[in-house]
């Protein structure tokens, strides 16, 4: 199952009307949870402006770019609960997005200081009480059972599971943006490891993938 490439069912989200036509369709948000887009949105470009967030030129496109990209992992997620940890959160991406769509505990995990002082500002100031920001490198946070696994921009793909395979367990759900690489990331790692996954196509990028997987990854398993 590892090479097969899944199609999101729907077309590519191409401008910030359809991001948003689609986040309301798979998500229903609340007139809170929309006004908490907004909100995380302004604070992201505000704050893109004092630090290195996201590239300039994904602003004008930020709902496609961003947040619906990130929303659709949780799309991808329908199934799971309990802790969802994303690695290298940066800006909190996905996490926030995750954090305001759904009430599951969410611990962002990110090792620079002020990215996660921009975290924390951001679930203060939304009342995002059941975010946690974990601020230091992903070997110093302490080990805990996750619901679910992902990871925007945090590794590649063998380092990204060496480091988080010890919050994994059987029922553990892997969302794993890879871009167009992702095929090639899976194929280089042990079959066992490929067997758990199959990789699902980014509703926002014809050319961005996802690798997404269930279980417990075990070194012993290379």
Same mark, same amino acid.
């Given at each position: 199952?590892?090479?097969?490439?899944?199609?999101?069912?729907g077309?590519?989200?191409?401008?910030?009307?359809?991001a948003?036509?689609?986040?309301?369709?798979?998500?229903?948000?609340?007139?809170?949870?929309?006004?908490?887009?907004?909100?995380?949105?302004?604070m992201?470009?505000?704050e893109?402006?004092?630090?290195?967030?996201i590239?300039?030129?994904?602003i004008?496109?930020?709902w #496609?770019?961003?947040?619906?990209?990130?929303?659709?992992?949780?799309?991808l997620?329908?199934?799971?609960?309990?802790?969802?940890?994303?690695?290298?959160?940066?800006?909190?991406?996905?996490?926030? #997005?995750?954090?305001?769509?759904?009430e599951?505990?969410?611990?962002?995990?990110e090792?620079?200081?002020r990215r996660?002082?921009?975290?924390?500002?951001?679930?203060?100031?939304?009342?995002?009480?059941?975010?946690?920001?974990?601020?230091?490198?992903?070997?110093?946070?302490?080990?805990?059972?996750?619901?679910?696994?992902s990871?925007?921009?945090?590794?590649?793909?063998? =380092?990204?599971?060496?480091?988080?395979?010890?919050?994994?367990?059987?029922s553990?759900?892997?969302?794993?943006? =890879?871009?167009?690489?992702? #095929? =090639?990331?899976?194929?280089?790692?042990?079959?066992?490891?490929?067997?758990?996954?199959?990789?699902e196509?980014?509703?926002?990028?014809?050319?961005?993938?996802?690798? #997404?997987?269930?279980?417990k990854?075990?070194?012993?398993?290379r």
């Open positions: 199952m590892g090479r097969r490439v899944v199609r999101s069912d077309e590519f989200l191409a401008s910030e009307d359809q948003r036509s689609w986040l309301e369709q798979a998500f229903a948000p609340t007139a809170a949870q929309w006004n908490h887009l907004e909100r995380f949105a302004a992201l470009i505000a893109n402006d004092r630090q290195n967030l590239a300039a030129s994904t004008p496109t930020i #496609v770019r961003h947040i619906a990209d990130s929303a659709q992992l949780l799309a997620d329908s199934e799971s609960a309990g802790l969802w940890v994303d690695l290298g959160s940066g800006p909190g991406l996905p996490g926030l #997005v995750v954090a305001i769509l759904s599951r505990p969410m611990l962002l995990v090792s620079r200081r996660c002082e921009f975290l924390r500002a951001v679930a203060a100031e939304l009342r995002l009480g059941h975010v946690e920001v974990a601020e230091a490198p992903l070997e110093r946070v302490a080990t805990r059972p996750a619901g679910t696994i990871a925007r921009a945090f590794a590649p793909l063998d =380092k990204l599971i060496d480091l988080s395979a010890r919050f994994s367990t059987e553990t759900h892997w969302l794993l943006p =890879k871009g167009r690489n992702a #095929v =090639k990331e899976l194929a280089s790692l042990p079959d066992a490891w490929q067997r758990m996954f199959h990789v196509q980014s509703r926002t990028d014809a050319e961005s993938q996802i690798l #997404v997987g269930r279980g990854l075990r070194a012993e398993t």
